[in-house]
């Protein structure tokens, strides 16, 4: 089952704005993930932050964990207009889940020009 | 490195008619896949996790008789959608693992379009 909540569930920005996206969850997890999704195609992954981390960062990507909250927060810096796509957080939580990923309902952004 | 495949990316079929779908790692041996479905504008919903030699694991509510799971070799599986019906038409989409807990890689995609 779907455990993950993001918001919003789409924003629209102008380029060169900065985009902020959240997911929430249920469980404990052992990381938390963070993916792209261009139209009707594949994932691809941003970064993964493990559950003793509280922030990451990757180029224009910055990700922070709250585990107290359960939430997680993925900034866009700069952002432009390939950067529009839809974003899916997902949890691991080995013990409990196994391998399994559980995807949030994703936040679609758009970035205009 | 980690890259994975799916063949066909898109498949339109007659209702009735029976659909296989690869998933291949190409540059690494995967212990674990994973099949998911996912609707327009929706989320990703794991259908199951396969392990190499072993039969598949189905998610609550994913009909194992109507989604067979097949995987035979460290780098390939197929998911084959039998007696397709309209409402089977959704994205499939794969990943695949080294080992059962460590990263996801994930494959295209298939759009699957039954009439």
């Known amino acids: 089952s779907q455990q993950g909540e993001e918001d919003p569930q789409a924003l629209s920005i102008q380029e060169g704005e900065n985009a902020t996206m959240n997911c929430s969850y249920k469980?404990?997890?052992?990381?938390l993930q963070w993916y792209r999704q261009n139209s009707g195609r594949g994932l691809v992954h941003l970064i993964l932050?493990?559950?003793?981390?509280r922030e990451k960062h990757s180029g224009r990507l910055r990700v922070t964990l709250d585990t107290s909250k359960k939430s997680s927060s993925l900034l866009i810096t700069a952002s432009r207009a390939a950067d529009t796509a839809s974003y899916f957080c997902?949890?691991?939580?080995?013990?409990?889940?196994?391998?399994?990923?559980?995807f949030g309902q994703g936040t679609e952004l758009s970035v205009k020009p | 490195g980690a890259v994975v495949s799916q063949h066909p990316s898109r498949v339109i079929c007659k209702s009735g008619t029976s659909v296989k779908i690869e998933c291949r790692s190409l540059?690494?041996?995967?212990?674990?896949m994973f099949w998911y479905r996912q609707f327009p504008k929706k989320s990703l919903m794991l259908m199951a996790t396969s392990n190499e030699g072993s039969k598949a694991t189905y998610e609550q509510g994913v009909e194992k008789d109507k989604f067979l799971i097949n995987h035979a070799s460290l780098t390939l599986s197929t998911l084959t959608v039998t007696s397709a019906h309209p409402e089977d038409s959704s994205f499939y989409i794969c990943?695949?693992?080294?080992?059962?807990?460590?990263?996801?890689?994930f494959g295209p995609g298939t759009r699957l379009t039954v009439l």
């Open positions: 932050i493990r559950s003793n981390e």
């Open positions: 997902a949890t691991a939580d080995y013990y409990n889940q196994g391998g399994k990923l559980i």
């Open positions: 990943s695949a693992s080294k080992e059962s807990y460590n990263e996801q890689f």
């Open positions: 540059d690494f041996q995967a212990t674990t």
């Open positions: 469980t404990s997890i052992n990381n």
